[in-house]
């Protein structure tokens, strides 16, 4: 087992930046793949960026690519999702999963619980 949480969300405007962690806890972290989704209202679960077990790949949604940094640090079992120049179309729930790494999120293993992020116009 392996259990995650993810805190860093909030409340923030167009343009702004906030930075998501996800802290693991159990079964050895860096023996997955890292995934971050998101979930608006009345929308399904989309994928937004993923890391290998080590850091030193990384994927980007094209909707995020150039404006969000994914990373990890095995020593500290945490990932991050760093987010700059924030859209209102980058409301919801953002969630850290781990697993084997793919834009699909049945291919993970385990999820946290989310965090809200809001992004004001």
């Known amino acids: 087992q392996v259990q995650l949480v993810e805190s860093g969300g909030g409340l923030v405007q167009a343009g702004g930046s906030l930075r998501l962690s996800c802290a693991a806890s159990?079964?050895?972290?860096?023996?997955?793949?890292v995934g971050w989704f998101r979930q608006a209202p009345g929308k399904e679960r989309e994928y937004v960026a993923s890391?290998?077990?080590?850091?030193?790949?990384?994927v980007y949604a094209d909707s995020v690519k150039g404006r969000f940094t994914i990373s990890r640090d095995n020593a500290k079992n945490t990932a991050y999702l760093q987010m700059n120049s924030l859209k209102p179309e980058d409301t919801a729930v953002y969630y850290c999963?781990?697993?084997?790494?793919?834009?699909?999120?049945?291919?993970?293993?385990?999820w946290g619980q989310g965090t809200q992020v809001t992004v004001s116009p």
């Open positions: 999963a781990v697993g084997l790494g793919t834009r699909t999120p049945s291919s993970y293993d385990y």
């Open positions: 159990g079964r050895t972290f860096s023996g997955y793949a």
């Open positions: 890391v290998n077990w080590s850091g030193s790949s990384t």
